[in-house]
């Protein structure tokens, strides 16, 4: 998991989509703030996210060294320099650089989605894939069962846009195993259920993880924050640049259990089936 040097390279802020990347994400840059700042710190703009946690997928850094548009790169060609684009984000930082990603941890096109070279550790997000299902079909602007197919899907990666190329998500069960098979003192994962019902034990955990110690206050504060009710004002405010052009809200609904009102009898049976292995594994 990790390169020679832990204090330099990137920690990886991985999950399959819709479970609490972005949720993650704003904690960080408020922690950030209120252990630099103090406690009277306001709630930090969520369209300033990556000046404290960067991605990877912009096009331009893919045009680089493809020298043509995102448009006309096949997929073999994309997969081929993501590494060395990875080494280009590492390069532009000293120490430790937190990258947001949902890539599966897996080889594609004969090239792997992530550049261990480069990497100093992880941070794993996991969500309950009935909930998932839920929000990700929001999210694409598809049916249920549509989201719940492509959830199903090994292998799975959404298009390249002219802004980002594809990552490869995988199925859900893939990208939730490719992660979390091997523990590693490097890789932290976390629920995202857990992370709405004690929060602090949660949170916690991730600020050691990075080497962080904030007083209570100060973790109570990031935390408060970083609520879901403050994300949502915050868009509601000022829009979130994030935002798929066809998604009415990003910042939706955020609860756990939706599914138990949401799904149908089939539905959660056709997901059960499909990931009951990861699903048992972490308490599903």
């Not at 937190?98 to 096109?109: D, G, R």
């Not at 929001?138 to 802004?163: F, Q, V, W, Y």
């Not at 050691?208 to 009710?229: C, G, N, V, Y």
Request: charged content about 25%; glycine content about 6%.
């Amino acid at each position: 998991m990790t390169n020679n040097n832990n204090d330099t390279g990137i920690v990886w802020l991985a999950s399959y989509p819709k479970s609490g990347n972005t949720w993650v994400r704003s904690f960080l840059n408020n922690l950030h703030a209120v252990m630099e700042n103090g406690l009277d710190v306001e709630a930090q703009d969520i369209n300033k996210m990556q000046q404290l946690t960067a991605w990877d997928i912009g096009a331009k850094q893919y045009q680089k060294y493809l020298n043509k548009p995102i448009a006309e790169c096949s997929d073999a060609e994309i997969d081929g320099v993501r590494i060395k684009v990875q080494q280009a984000v590492a390069e532009r930082n000293s120490g430790i650089l937190l990258v947001k990603t949902h890539n599966a941890l897996v080889m594609s096109n004969g090239h792997p989605t992530i550049n261990f070279s480069v990497t100093a550790g992880a941070i794993y997000i996991v969500r309950n894939p009935l909930d998932v299902a839920i929000s990700f079909s929001h999210h694409i602007g598809l049916s249920i069962d549509e989201a719940i197919r492509i959830m199903s899907t090994p292998g799975h990666r959404p298009k390249n846009s002219i802004k980002t190329v594809g990552e490869v998500y995988g199925s859900w069960s893939e990208n939730v195993d490719s992660w979390t098979k091997s523990p590693h003192p490097a890789m932290l994962s976390l629920r995202y259920e857990d992370m709405h019902s004690d929060p602090e034990k949660s949170f916690g955990r991730l600020a050691a993880h990075l080497r962080q110690d904030p007083s209570k206050k100060e973790l109570q504060k990031a935390i408060e924050l970083s609520s879901f009710k403050s994300l949502q004002n915050q868009e509601e405010a000022s829009g979130f640049t994030e935002k798929p052009k066809n998604l009415k809200k990003f910042f939706r609904s955020g609860k756990t259990n939706q599914w138990e009102e949401e799904l149908t009898e089939q539905q959660i049976a056709t997901i059960r089936a499909v990931n009951g292995l990861q699903m048992e594994k972490f308490g599903y």
